[in-house]
């Protein structure tokens, strides 16, 4: 019986449906650190971690079994991806699974930030009727700047021209722009027009202090700036000179250059105690609904690549989409991506008599991926054939 082991908490859902499709699934609450988790890893082929679970090249390298691995969370820079796919293990994530409710955190933000709930909410709590409408506004008619216009950058586009905004957006490659939205040349451009200016880039290295004191001084007088993508990506204490100088009209930050580890940890940061500013422990993300839809996103993943070895969407391994085989095997061969490889999985096919039904190539970097559907079973010997190949990375025989 294939094994699961399932950490960090995992949405139910996850081991409903790894149970239903046949696993035997363990899970645990917390993480693991590296020496625990080697021998949590004894005999399972599946593992389901979080963010806070570091799977090392020597933890994938001591787990022989192990055939694939779910990030139950967008991020997988705590997995060793490039040794994991070396070893033929398939890691999925959930690429797309709380965008909605980064979305709607960020359209309760600039409206909070517009009508300055969050002083007027402060005062209140501190015995203060301050009934006023001055400073506050409606979002209706202004001008959304949205930089970085990927999957949480189009959806919030659309749902705030919902809202009556106006949509500006910067994408540093070409993008549809959605609606009526307009697409900005430069950073720039957009910092002149924008009312509002949200940061949903990734994280890729290069975006490393994209908004610094130059950045925040371009922006119109009384603007509002969110940041809900990475903490490096701003310069914090440039944010705070730009709210204590009255430049700009109010900020909200879910995701900081040093987050605490844990859960109750302390948090310390140069924009605590600023007028007009959200601060929220980076939970952009984090709602019942995102972890739900989640958990059933990559045991969907896991369970399909165990079952037909596909590996749509997989951050590792080429890509390819199969359904169940409709012939009577499925060899699914990942292998060195080396000239001839190919022809030589088929010359040893058709040394030992095997009719192919249909087949399958993908390659991704220095990998190939070869799926092939076979008419009738396998005679001895073929298996034994590809598995000695030099090329072979990971032989799988599905029936
Ligand atoms: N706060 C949270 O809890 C939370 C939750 C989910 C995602 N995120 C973060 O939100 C960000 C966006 O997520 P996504 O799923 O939309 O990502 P995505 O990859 O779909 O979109 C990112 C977009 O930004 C563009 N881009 C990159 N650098 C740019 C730059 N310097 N200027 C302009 N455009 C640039 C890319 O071309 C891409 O279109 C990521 O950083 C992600 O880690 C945060």
């Given at each position: 019986m294939l094994r699961a082991l399932l950490l960090e908490?995992?949405?139910?859902h996850a081991r409903t449906i790894l149970e239903s499709s046949g696993f035997e699934v363990e899970t645990r609450t917390g993480a693991l650190d590296e020496s625990e988790l080697i021998d949590a890893l004894d005999g399972v082929h599946l593992l389901g971690i979080r963010s806070k679970t570091n799977v090392t090249a020597k933890v994938l390298e001591s787990a022989?079994?192990?055939?694939t691995l779910g990030a139950f969370c967008i991020g997988t820079n705590q997995i060793d991806l490039r040794t994991a796919a070396e070893r033929g293990v398939a890691t999925f994530n959930?690429?797309?699974?709380n965008t909605r409710s980064v979305v709607e955190i960020a359209l309760a933000e600039i409206i909070a930030l517009t009508r300055r709930l969050t002083d007027r909410n402060a005062e209140m709590h501190a015995g203060?009727?301050?009934?006023?409408?001055?400073?506050a506004h409606e979002v209706r008619g202004r001008t959304l700047g949205i930089v970085g216009y990927g999957n949480i950058g189009t959806q919030l586009s659309v749902v705030a021209e919902s809202l009556g905004m106006s949509v500006a957006f910067y994408n540093t490659s070409e993008k549809l722009a959605l609606g009526n939205a307009r697409r900005m040349g430069s950073l720039e451009e957009l910092l002149e027009v924008a009312d509002v200016v949200t940061l949903h880039v990734d994280g890729r290295k290069g975006n490393a202090g994209l908004f610094g004191a130059e950045q925040f001084a371009r922006m119109k007088p009384g603007a509002l700036f969110l940041n809900l993508s990475r903490g490096f990506v701003i310069d914090t204490g440039a944010l705070r000179e730009a709210i204590l100088s009255g430049h700009l009209g109010g900020a909200s930050i879910d995701v900081f250059p040093h987050e605490p580890k844990r859960k109750g940890d302390p948090f310390e940061s140069d924009?605590?105690?600023?007028?007009n500013v959200i601060l929220t422990p980076h939970i952009g993300g984090s709602t019942e609904e995102a972890q739900e839809a989640i958990g059933t996103f990559v045991a969907n993943k896991l369970r399909d690549y165990v079952a037909t070895g596909s590996t749509t969407l997989s951050v590792n391994l080429p890509n390819l989409a199969l359904e169940q085989t409709t012939g009577v095997a499925r060899i699914a061969h990942l292998h060195r991506n080396t000239p001839g490889v190919l022809a030589a999985v088929n010359n040893t096919l058709a040394q030992h008599g095997v009719n192919i039904e249909g087949q399958l190539l993908a390659t991704r970097g220095e990998l190939g991926y070869v799926v092939t559907d076979i008419g009738s079973p396998l005679p001895d010997g073929v298996t034994e054939a590809l598995a000695a190949m030099?090329?072979?990375v990971r032989l799988r025989v599905l029936a």
């Open positions: 908490n995992l949405h139910p022989p079994s192990l055939m959930a690429p797309f699974q203060v009727w301050n009934k006023s409408a001055e400073g924009l605590r105690g600023l007028p030099d090329q072979t």
